[in-house]
């Protein structure tokens, strides 16, 4: 009995800690959103959809998405590659990739910031070399494409070290003898990479890109600290409903919208990387 009664125990703190942090914030959530004085009501979300910053955030958030992360993908995968192949000096080049892990999104959206602003770095070179007369306003309300530019350069530099050390520790449970069978067939480096790397892979990739994915659609700070609020994305329209507006029902209806398209994309990803029954390293 003891036995049996032993994997349901050794999974009980996940369980509380699931219901504690999830499950419960989210029924708080949807009951803020779909409720009212007068008890179930859409009102909220019509205010949400209707508001004519809600389809430009919900476009931009996407966008972020869907070019950060598969430059950080591509990116990962070759940080990775390198480290999984290096004798020595493995753990200095790890060291140096990770250094961006151990900055927070404001801090790395304020180092950035000091880069493209007027007084900043890029106008400095530009002038020093004498491209430019004069510095040019980068980050104006104008410039709205090229914020969105500033944004994606800083969340591929602050966050693709993420899934790098994932996929590093994917790659450091390939047996090595697979290549080496490989090799002695007449494989070469870019063959052995996608027919034995990538498919072997497979649950890495899951977990690097749904983390990086679900992370994507919350951006917030890196893009208040480089556009404020010209860039509108999901996340940040959720603050101001929150604090500026004080509105919780609508910061919750957008919440929410946030929770359906991350429990979606990461369906997708569950599916399209499925690892097949049966198979093992």
Request: glycine share 6%; aromatic share 12%; net charge positive.
């Given at each position: 009995?003891?036995?049996?009664?032993?994997?349901?125990?050794l999974?009980?703190?996940?369980t509380l800690?699931l219901?504690?942090?999830f499950?419960?914030p989210?029924?708080e959530i949807?009951?803020?959103?779909?409720?009212?004085?007068?008890?179930?009501?859409?009102?909220?979300?019509?205010?949400?959809a209707?508001?004519?910053?809600f389809?430009p955030?919900l476009?931009?958030?996407?966008?972020?998405a869907?070019?950060?992360?598969?430059?950080?993908l591509?990116?990962?995968?070759s940080?990775?590659s390198?480290?999984?192949t290096l004798?020595?000096?493995?753990?200095?080049?790890?060291?140096?990739f990770?250094?961006?892990l151990g900055?927070?999104?404001?801090?790395?959206?304020?180092?950035?910031?000091?880069?493209?602003?007027?007084?900043?770095f890029?106008?400095?070179?530009?002038?020093g070399?004498?491209?430019?007369?004069?510095?040019?306003?980068f980050?104006?309300?104008?410039?709205?494409?090229?914020?969105?530019?500033?944004?994606v350069?800083?969340?591929v530099?602050r966050?693709?070290a993420?899934?790098?050390?994932i996929?590093?520790?994917?790659m450091?449970?390939?047996?090595?003898?697979?290549?080496?069978?490989?090799e002695v067939?007449?494989a070469?480096?870019?063959?052995?990479?996608l027919?034995?790397?990538l498919p072997?892979?497979?649950p890495?990739?899951q977990?690097?890109?749904?983390l990086?994915?679900?992370?994507?659609?919350?951006?917030?700070?890196v893009v208040?600290?480089?556009?404020g609020?010209?860039?509108?994305?999901?996340m940040?329209e959720?603050?101001?409903w929150?604090?500026?507006?004080?509105?919780?029902?609508?910061?919750s209806?957008?919440?929410l919208?946030?929770?359906?398209?991350s429990v979606?994309a990461?369906?997708?990803?569950?599916?399209?990387?499925?690892v097949p029954?049966?198979?093992?390293?």
């Amino acid at each position: 009995m003891p036995n049996k009664a032993l994997p349901y125990l050794l999974l009980l703190p996940a369980t509380l800690f699931l219901l504690v942090f999830f499950v419960y914030p989210f029924v708080e959530i949807a009951l803020l959103a779909f409720t009212g004085p007068e008890g179930f009501t859409l009102q909220h979300i019509q205010t949400m959809a209707t508001h004519w910053k809600f389809r430009p955030a919900l476009g931009w958030t996407l966008l972020l998405a869907a070019v950060v992360v598969p430059i950080q993908l591509a990116l990962a995968l070759s940080m990775a590659s390198i480290v999984s192949t290096l004798e020595r000096g493995r753990g200095t080049i790890l060291y140096i990739f990770s250094i961006p892990l151990g900055l927070s999104d404001l801090a790395a959206g304020i180092i950035w910031l000091a880069i493209f602003e007027q007084s900043g770095f890029l106008n400095s070179l530009l002038v020093g070399l004498g491209i430019i007369d004069q510095p040019i306003l980068f980050l104006g309300y104008q410039s709205i494409w090229v914020i969105f530019l500033a944004v994606v350069m800083a969340e591929v530099w602050r966050a693709t070290a993420i899934m790098m050390v994932i996929l590093v520790a994917g790659m450091g449970l390939i047996p090595k003898e697979y290549y080496e069978a490989a090799e002695v067939f007449g494989a070469g480096p870019w063959k052995r990479f996608l027919k034995i790397t990538l498919p072997l892979l497979r649950p890495s990739l899951q977990t690097a890109l749904i983390l990086r994915t679900l992370l994507a659609f919350e951006v917030f700070a890196v893009v208040i600290a480089l556009g404020g609020t010209t860039l509108p994305v999901l996340m940040g329209e959720t603050f101001q409903w929150q604090f500026a507006l004080q509105n919780r029902s609508v910061a919750s209806a957008y919440a929410l919208v946030i929770l359906i398209i991350s429990v979606a994309a990461t369906l997708v990803y569950l599916r399209a990387l499925r690892v097949p029954k049966g198979a093992t390293l």
